[in-house]
């Protein structure tokens, strides 16, 4: 390969080679992630807050009882007549009379070293101060040294009390701690974590398991989805069934309309270039006729140019109702009053000499889903046909249709005129293809047909009215909300 020119950049494939062979997740993997990934989260957030919750609870229960320990040497201390402390020789747990058993009470002097109970022998425990009276503290882990020199921390609880002052000396202030070992209740939180990310976890494979199970299930409607779709493209199915969950419903109706559109249009098709075919076969047999008999040369050449314009006719009007009559399923909507103008501007001019005005009731929000040129055939036909029989005025209302959930909103559509009117005996000759309402008036007679397989073609109706307004004929034109 030769080298690039000097100065010249070379091609840069942007992201094509970042993104050769990546495929989407599918949805399971997806949701699976998804779920798993809350899951995780709230089994986390689950677990910590039961932690922080055991915590304070253990924590409280802890000082209540150390608490109920205070309240029970509070009872207990007495002071002699020369304001000295005589200690309590009872306690409440036979660990504050074991050396070092975790468990120690202190009772704090003014300027005089604290009272300790016998458990306080061989610890180093934290330096108490003296609190107020009725004063609680509640401290911890607290730093302390074992009597084996190990250390250790410890909670402690302390509250403030004064003995009442009598004739031989006055009131003495004094404060009582309990402290207890920390490694017991350190213990307990170690054993209940441990028992709590255990049965977390198992809850969380179960859960994810069950998980699996719900999403399987609950993805079933989509795999059947998919399998009847491939059922319809391999032909055993002639389109989706109507047995869907609603959230499904509007992807398996589009299908199947698109799957219904696809087989019109190729009908339609057929029908199309039969029909031009059988309507071309007289005037070809006819110009066979005539150059089979060598008759006139003339009376050849009349013959040959009424059937040409014949054919001609013929041709026009095959190729115009095939074109007319296919539209796309999901086309963008169309503002309505724009190419109401454009058409009424054309028919002013042909019909210039009996002036006709026309007038519009358009609702802005009204809008057409479908193919621009069908609704410039429908209004063309529609108008043209007013402006044919008026007298002077021709009204155009368009407003918006029926809705429908989930859908695009229909169209209403009405063309009145100030002329003769149609007879209700005569509305289903009129709609006839190649029937003209008065032979005098020149015309095909097929733009009332197309206007008719058009509204067809959209599942819509027609219905031609009196005009309770001008007086003439009213057609009105309703399309159904569409997908």
Known sequence: MPAPPSGAVPPVHVGRDRFEGWRPRSLRARQLLAASLALLAFLALAGYALDRAFVDTAEDNLRQ?????????????????????????????PRFDMPDSGMYAQVVLQNVPPWGS???????????????????????????????????EAYRYGVGYAWPATHQHAEIPYSIYILEDAQALSTQIRVFRGSLWVYLGGAGVILLLLQMLVLRWSLRPLRRVIFELSRVQRGELSGMTESHPRELEPLTDSINAFIESERENLERQRNTLADLAHSLKTPIAVLRTQL???????????????QLKRMNNLVSYQLARAASSGHKLFSAAIAIEPNAEEIVRGLEKVYASKGVICEFEIDPRARFHGEMGDLQELMGNLLENAFKWARSRVLLTVKVGATAPQRRP?????????????AEEDVSKVLQRGVRGDERVQGHGIGLSIVQDLIRDYRGELQVLRSEELGGARFEVRLPPGL
């Open 65 to 93: 009882r150390l608490k109920s320990y205070a309240l029970y040497y509070t009872d207990k201390v007495e002071f002699g007549r020369n304001g000295t402390l005589i200690p309590p020789y009872n306690t409440p747990d």
């Open 118 to 152: 016998n458990s306080t022998l061989g610890p180093e425990l934290p330096v108490p101060r003296r609190l107020g009276a009725l004063e609680e503290t509640f401290e911890g882990p607290l730093p302390i040294r074992r009597a084996d020199g190990s250390e250790g």
């Open 292 to 306: 089979d008999d060598n008759g006139d040369p003339q009376s050849l050449r009349e013959e040959l140019d009424v």
């Open 410 to 422: 229909g169209l209403f559509l009405a063309v009145d005129d100030d002329g003769p009117g149609i």
